[in-house]
């Protein structure tokens, strides 16, 4: 059964930090890519960030420069790091691998960016 699950969110004010946490459940880490997913209502959850089990990241163009996806195989933790953070980073964060499987959805970890 494999398990993802999220921590770390919360209120931050524009241009703070955050780093979030996912503890992904067996050898995941070490098969397969995993990424960072957001989803705010009425909109359909998009990758933000994604590393593969040598290390090799990709990024979308709105959280390039700001946002650094890291991973400890030895612990199965996947880490967001989140700088420079703006309002329109408002949203639920997931980790799961790429391509997203749907049973593999934790229950995310809330963030808002807001003064």
């Known amino acids: 059964q494999v398990q993802f699950v999220e921590s770390g969110g919360g209120l931050v004010q524009p241009g703070g930090s955050l780093r979030l946490s996912c503890v992904a459940s067996g050898t995941i880490l070490t098969i397969y890519v995993v990424g960072w997913y957001r989803q705010v209502p009425g909109k359909q959850r998009e990758l933000v960030a994604s590393?593969?089990?040598?290390?090799?990241?990709k990024y979308d163009d709105s959280v390039k420069g700001r946002f650094t996806i890291s991973r400890d195989n030895a612990k199965n933790t996947v880490y967001l790091q989140m700088n420079s953070l703006k309002p329109e980073d408002t949203a639920v964060y997931y980790c799961?691998?790429?391509?997203?499987?749907?049973?593999?959805w934790g229950q995310g970890t809330q963030v808002t960016v807001s003064s």
């Open positions: 799961n691998i790429d391509p997203a499987v749907r049973n593999y």
């Open positions: 590393s593969t089990p040598g290390g090799r990241t």
